[in-house]
């Protein structure tokens, strides 16, 4: 019995200090990408970790991911520094998650399910007038996740999961109106109908297209924030 409460003790830790890393990293984000941290801002473990009432180990993990992610810079007994994030680097993610994700749908449609691409615009066509956000965000990163983990590449599978990161605070911008979510579900529509007469070409044209707006759309929020880290590099 000692035994059973101590591996249940320990999986319930792991799984608080698993989800205090997503909640801090998902709020640290934010804060960067949306310039409330401009450029420069210092980030301290010990200071975040009051904030948000945990360890400072979590706070030292998500730390060392948000660097690795590019976003910020951790210096020797000096914390860590927010780093600018300028469009030039807005457009070099989409740029770089366009390829890789016309990569996918080239590995992946072959093997795609019929079934399982109508059932996904079904919900879609199902959902048009539903105003909640989050659960037209979380059907479009459906979608995109179907066709990236069908590759079966698990290294192409990383590589976008990484870009997603650095990106998924702009994902629900598609859905932010009626024009632009009508717009957003009707190139999704439009790609899965592709998909399902197994004209590959034709869904990487439309694919194309709907990161290309994307971005568009990603580019306009960020004009309208204002944050002046976010302008083009000279």
């Known amino acids: 019995m000692d035994t059973k409460n101590s591996y249940f003790c320990i999986c319930n830790c792991w799984l608080n200090f698993v989800l205090s890393m997503v909640d801090v990293y998902s709020t640290l984000f934010n804060r960067i990408i949306l310039g409330k ?13 009051i904030e948000f009432n945990i360890s400072r180990t979590p706070v030292r ?32 993610i989409y740029e770089i998650r366009k390829s890789l994700e016309l990569l996918c749908l080239e590995i992946s449609a072959p093997v795609l399910s019929v079934r399982k691409l109508i059932e996904l615009k079904k919900r879609l066509l199902e959902n048009v007038n539903n ?9 479009d990163a459906e979608i995109h996740a179907y066709i990236i983990n069908s590759t079966g590449k698990k290294r192409l599978i990383s590589m976008l999961n990484q870009l ?25 529509i439009e790609i899965l109908d592709a998909m399902c007469l197994r004209d590959t070409a034709l869904a990487k044209e439309l694919m194309r297209k709907h990161i290309d707006n994307s ?3 990603a580019f306009s929020h960020l004009l309208k924030a204002g944050n002046a880290s976010l302008l083009p590099r000279s």
């Open 131 to 139: 105003e909640d956000i989050q659960m037209h965000t979380d059907l």
């Open 215 to 217: 971005k568009i759309i």
């Open 37 to 49: 941290y401009p450029a420069g801002t210092r980030l301290k473990e010990e200071s975040l970790a």
């Open 61 to 92: 993990s998500v730390l060392q991911q948000l660097e690795q992610d590019g976003l910020i810079q951790i210096l020797r007994n000096k914390g860590a520094v927010v780093l600018p994030f300028s469009a030039d680097e807005v457009d070099e």
């Open 164 to 188: 997603f990161r650095l990106i998924q605070s702009f994902r629900s911008l598609g859905f932010m109106n009626r024009e632009t979510k009508e717009s957003t579900i009707n190139e999704h």
